[in-house]
């Protein structure tokens, strides 16, 4: 499967253009992320008679809005490439010549047709994370037990749904990327007959197909890269405060938002640039599910590793 995307990503080396643009203008993002805390801890932070309220609020618009951006530039850059490899997976193979430039169709129906499909699923997992941010913030604040351990087990709970919702996401983006599907047609389930489960334009969401192919273990998404890569960096950025001694820090009331702010960092740019093998690999699974006949065109001896072992 990795010899498969790999092989598609040196046709098309726009693939690889897209993922490092997402990675600049995510740090872009990041940088102006990061000037924005400082100066309003500079401008909100209250005195010894004020109270922290509206510095409070704005920190929590703050992690909203940072989450939310990271999330639609991920899923941008994730629908731009499935895009391409759906286009060279069922065009490819049949006479037909897949668009001389399709990183660029793909792109521009990401950011017009199906921008707002993006933002919305993304929206949840951007929810999500605050509540957990809130919760996390809220169980270093209280004195009992009892509480944290209730904070905790939430928390817990809380991690294993956004887990899901961002593994599920990245599927019915790819449905979005092929179909141009709005995101509530392509994340909901329904039942449908086998006969049905052919390409077409009123293809059913992604699961009921995987579900109905057979192949259940699609791919175990392992963020243990992207976490290292988050704690390295978070751990560079504490080593810089406590060498450095930066002016703006000199009571140390900045380091731990310092370094959450550069353990997200990691983990965001991580992420971004991994996307384009994660998606031409999630995007031949949906493919294969939805028309296993074209993998045979294109790919046949990975058709034929595929049909012998189907729950592998």
């Given at each position: 499967?990795?010899r ?14 897209m ?12 940088f ?61 193979g ?68 956004q ?75 504490y ?71 189907p729950?592998?």
């Open positions: 499967m990795l498969t995307v790999t092989s598609i990503t040196r046709l098309y080396p726009a693939t690889l253009v993922a490092f643009l997402s990675l600049l203008f995510q740090t872009a993002y990041n102006l992320f990061i000037f924005t805390v400082i100066g309003c801890y500079q401008v909100y932070y209250p005195g010894p008679q004020d109270s922290a309220t509206r510095l409070n609020v704005v920190v929590v618009f703050l992690i909203f809005s940072f989450y939310w951006t990271t999330q639609v530039i991920f899923y941008v850059t994730h629908t731009t490439v499935a895009g391409v490899f759906a286009s060279y997976y069922f065009l490819t049949l006479g037909q010549q897949a668009p001389r430039n399709p990183t660029a169709a793909s792109f521009r129906r990401a950011m017009t047709t199906s921008f707002g499909s993006i933002c919305f699923g993304a929206l949840f997992v951007a929810v999500l994370n605050l509540i957990r941010a809130l919760l996390y913030d809220a169980q270093q604040q209280v004195d009992t037990p009892c509480a944290a351990f209730v904070l905790c087990l939430v928390q817990c709970c809380l991690g294993y749904i887990a899901l919702l961002e593994y599920f996401n990245y599927y019915a983006y790819t449905q979005v990327a092929i179909y141009g599907k709005d995101f509530c047609t392509a994340a909901k389930v329904r039942t449908m007959e086998p006969s049905a489960c052919q390409h077409q334009e009123n293809a059913s969401d992604t699961w009921t197909l995987i579900k109905d192919r057979g192949i259940e273990a699609i791919i175990n998404d392992n963020l243990t890269g992207g976490i290292l890569t988050g704690v390295l960096t978070a751990l560079f950025g080593l810089y405060l406590v060498i450095t001694r930066p002016a703006y820090n000199a009571g140390g009331n900045l380091t731990p938002v310092l370094v959450l702010i550069s353990f997200l960092l990691g983990i965001s740019m991580f992420g971004t640039v991994a996307t384009v093998i994660q998606s031409g690999v999630a995007t031949t699974f949906v493919c294969l599910a939805e028309d296993p006949e074209a993998l045979r065109r294109t790919k046949p001896e990975l058709y034929e590793m595929v049909r012998s072992n729950f592998v």
